[in-house]
């Protein structure tokens, strides 16, 4: 299997460990990965936030490029960037005026011919037995809860995205990988996302609800899929710690992480190291 | 006093959005599931309905939208399925249009300074874009010790990651937006 891959800005600096932990477990399980070489941002949160043309833009780009390298599949695991992929595709596949005058912008042609999706879809599409034939390590003392988000399943119409309210592609994988996975209400609950520059103080207390419902339902450890949600858990975990009086202590990681550990792969070679709570009362 | 409603405020914010403010029978789902609707200083279903009424300077002057957090709850719970978190876009940009001083100086910081990062590097190098938000808010000590742990771990880069080619492609896009939205 071969899919063009589009990293973004926060796989390669803030949640590093993310792109590591994929390109090891998609290596493992001779997926390829071809990183387009001259991605640009996505545009994010400040592109959409000022200019719709120029949120529609970037991500068009993108997809021209991995369109002129063959590709019909690009993988994007960052839930902002996969976000503003499917947005700006919605965007132009309903407005052929829009559609047009962005390829003006880019002084390129997007053609249409590139599908976005998320590894969590990938996976979900591949035979689940690709991924237990390579499981070595037996993980079911591991109780975790899987919390997805806003970015990936919201609005519906545009992400077709599992269920809004209530997604299991995460629990199912988490499950195929050999966790014990737990039900609990907060996984579609709102971190605050890249606000947390700016207003922090709302960010912690959006975290702590959703520390404190994983604590509360027995979970050892948060599984994630989207490296702003990761940031703002672990991250700012101490200072949610010391704010509200609290030792929450839980381990964030990403799905990719999980599997690798049942991989059996090294804490390093899945970037365990660069977590500021400290995982290794799972391993 | 002027009593009588202007639609030409719910009416200008549907062409920006395409979303018809006039659908909303204000249920309230929107500010129910709001995550930060708590330190909002109007809610987002009393933005909607004052929209409706034509409160322009009473909305652009709001925190609202600088508050959102572009979760699409709103927008995914919405029963009239207008698309809330769209008209907040649209809210911040039109404001920024106007000239408007905005009332939380921070969040526009952080737009500025990430797009002058993509701007000039094609991708967004954090420690160029937070310096730029501590020079513009002054608030120098803020999240110090957090961006130097994560600098020891690799998760900040001293240097952008950036050439010709993308630096190319960014400066082509910014102008030709640019150019486009001047013409309109």
């Known amino acids: 299997m071969k899919y063009a891959y589009y990293p973004g800005c926060s796989l390669h600096s803030t949640g590093a460990e993310y792109d590591e932990s994929f390109r090891a477990i998609c290596n493992k399980m001779e997926i390829t990965l071809d990183e387009i070489p001259d991605w640009v941002c996505c545009g994010t949160l400040p592109a959409h936030s000022s200019s719709k043309l120029l949120s529609v833009s970037l991500p068009i780009k993108n997809l021209a490029l991995a369109e002129a390298m063959g590709h019909r599949e690009v993988v994007v695991p960052c839930a902002a960037c996969y976000s503003r992929f499917k947005k700006a595709l919605y965007e132009t596949e309903h407005d052929g005026e829009l559609a047009t005058e962005v390829n003006g912008i880019i002084e390129d042609e997007y053609k249409g011919s590139v599908n976005v999706i998320h590894p969590l879809e990938a996976f979900d599409g591949i035979d689940h037995n690709i991924i237990k034939k390579h499981i070595v390590r037996d993980i079911s003392n591991l109780k975790v809860v899987c919390y997805y988000g806003c970015l990936l399943t919201r609005p519906p119409k545009v992400m077709n995205f599992d269920n809004s309210e209530y997604p299991m592609i995460m629990d199912k994988i988490a499950e195929t990988a050999g966790a014990t996975v737990l039900d609990w209400s907060y996984k579609t609950d709102c971190c605050g996302g890249s606000i947390a520059l700016s207003e922090t103080d709302m960010v912690l207390e959006l975290c702590h609800y959703i520390l404190e419902e994983a604590d509360a339902v027995g979970a050892d450890a948060i599984i994630v899929a989207c490296p702003l949600c990761h940031s703002n858990l672990d991250n700012r975990q101490p200072e949610i710690d010391a704010k509200y009086y609290i030792e929450h202590k839980v381990p964030i990681l990403y799905f990719s992480q999980l599997i690798g550990l049942a991989f059996g792969m090294k804490p390093e070679e899945l970037g365990l190291h660069k977590h500021f709570i400290s995982a290794d009362s799972l391993l | ?184």
């Open chain 2, 1 to 184: 006093m002027n009593l009588t409603p202007t639609l030409s405020f719910a009416e200008e914010i549907r062409k920006r959005s395409g979303e018809d403010v006039n659908l909303c029978y204000q249920c309230g789902r929107c500010s129910a599931g709001c995550p930060t609707s708590y330190i909002m200083d109007v809610v987002p279903h009393r933005l909607i309905h004052s929209i409706r009424l034509g409160r322009e300077e009473f909305i652009l002057g709001s925190k609202t939208m600088w508050l959102c957090a572009s979760c699409e709850t709103c927008s995914t719970r919405c029963p009239r399925d207008i698309d809330i978190a769209k008209i907040m876009d649209n809210l911040k940009i039109l404001s920024v249009e106007k000239g408007i001083k905005t009332p939380v100086p921070e969040v526009s910081a952080f737009y500025s300074s990430a797009l002058n990062s993509i701007r000039r590097f094609g991708r967004i190098h954090e420690l160029s874009m937070v310096t730029e938000i501590k020079l513009k808010t002054h608030q120098f000590m803020r999240d110090l010790k957090l961006g130097l742990q994560m600098m020891r771990m690799g998760k900040i880069k001293l240097l952008p990651e950036t050439n010709a080619t993308r630096r190319g492609i960014v400066r082509d896009i910014f102008a030709n937006v640019k150019k486009r939205e001047k013409g309109q």
